[in-house]
């Protein structure tokens, strides 16, 4: 479940377009800072509903509304008021709550959880920062002394002040573990996208847009994969016959049928373990792996007689028939280069031929 989240968060992200590493670090740390606090505040408005307790229930809607408003902010990727609003929240927060219950409501833990939070994420300027930061310790030192002299307003049954103390203890000490651990959360999410964009943008280089096969890129990586002991490696180039009177005649959006239906074809027909390449604009390169030259020769002549049996249907000018021309050749990945002449020779041979053939 955990996992599923995981992925689905690098995936929202991949639609932001943060370009700096220094920006998605504020983004993230502004998330899961907003996440944290929306869910403290909930699970305290619940028990002061329950409890009936008025005052802490608008103290923290309140809350909810600023960290509402804090989420639009985000939305806009003003980071700055993001976090001028969560510290300000929290200062607020620990003050009323100290102020009100007394020191032993340990309310003012949420000064703490402030003080981490900005001595180590760069919301706004060090100067205003570090002037927050004196003044949390101002506001410590004022709230200590006059708990000592003064009782607080408002006194809850034993039990409930009991828990909520134990509550407040126990969320500070989550609040500050989650924020001293979020620098290597970040960079884990970091990471995750940074794959996540590494494989959109291999997708985008390596494969086709329009028939979703590899293109003519991505076959110097997968030649140096293939491994030519004791295994048998051909070649197949094919070309469709008369391809540019097909698109002269019924246009380009009809011959971008043909192709898409050509590929859906070809990898309906052939084996799984057989890769097929968009290898130019009507040309398609097969690698055909622990199969012998004859062998392959018998499969793509099978295949081009059935694909020439077959009716196209097109959107574009209703069923249309296709032939294809193929040169096979064996195939060696320590010379690639030498397969794929010998392949593109014998396809150009059968054109002369008269077209629709297989030639080894």
Not at 90 to 105: E, H, K, N, V
Not at 123 to 136: D, E, H, Q, Y
Not at 237 to 257: A, M, S, W
Request: proline share 4%.
């Amino acid at each position: 479940m955990l996992h599923k989240l995981h992925i689905n968060f690098i995936a929202n992200l991949l639609k932001q377009p943060l370009q700096q590493e220094d920006e998605l670090c504020l983004y993230l740390i502004s998330y899961a800072s907003l996440l944290f606090y929306i869910v403290v505040h909930t699970f305290f408005l619940i028990c002061y509903l329950v409890q009936g307790i008025i005052f802490f229930v608008f103290l923290n809607c309140g809350s909810l509304l600023v960290y509402t408003v804090a989420s639009f902010f985000l939305k806009e990727k003003n980071y700055q008021p993001v976090g001028f609003l969560i510290s300000l929240e929290s200062i607020l927060y620990a003050s009323i709550g100290t102020y009100m219950c007394g020191i032993s409501s340990y309310s003012m833990g949420y000064f703490l959880l402030t003080i981490v939070m900005l001595t180590l994420f760069p919301f706004g300027t060090a100067t205003i920062r570090n002037t927050t930061v004196l003044a949390i310790f101002g506001l410590i030192a004022f709230l200590g002394l006059r708990s000592r002299h003064t009782p607080p307003p408002m006194v809850f049954p034993p039990s409930f002040s009991h828990f909520m103390a134990m509550a407040n203890i126990y969320i500070m000490l989550m609040g500050v573990i989650m924020e001293i651990r979020i620098n290597a959360f970040v960079q884990v999410i970091i990471s995750g996208l940074k794959e996540g964009r590494l494989v959109k943008l291999a997708s985008q280089i390596y494969m086709d847009p329009l028939t979703g096969l590899y293109n003519r890129r991505y076959t110097e990586i997968y030649f140096n994969t293939l491994k030519t002991q004791d295994q048998h490696i051909c070649v197949a180039i094919l070309d469709i016959d008369d391809f540019k009177r097909i698109n002269d005649t019924y246009g380009h959006l009809c011959g971008d049928e043909v192709l898409v239906f050509l590929s859906n074809f070809l990898q309906s027909n052939l084996r799984k373990t057989d890769k097929i390449f968009r290898w130019g604009g009507e040309e398609f390169l097969i690698i055909m792996e622990n199969i012998t030259v004859q062998d392959a020769q018998t499969v793509m002549d099978k295949l081009r007689s059935k694909l020439a049996e077959t009716e196209i249907p097109t959107k574009q000018k209703g069923p249309l028939g296709l032939t294809i021309t193929v040169g096979v050749a064996p195939f060696d990945s320590a010379n690639p280069d030498a397969g794929i002449e010998a392949s593109d020779k014998n396809l150009y041979i059968g054109k002369r031929s008269g077209k629709n053939i297989v030639v080894l």
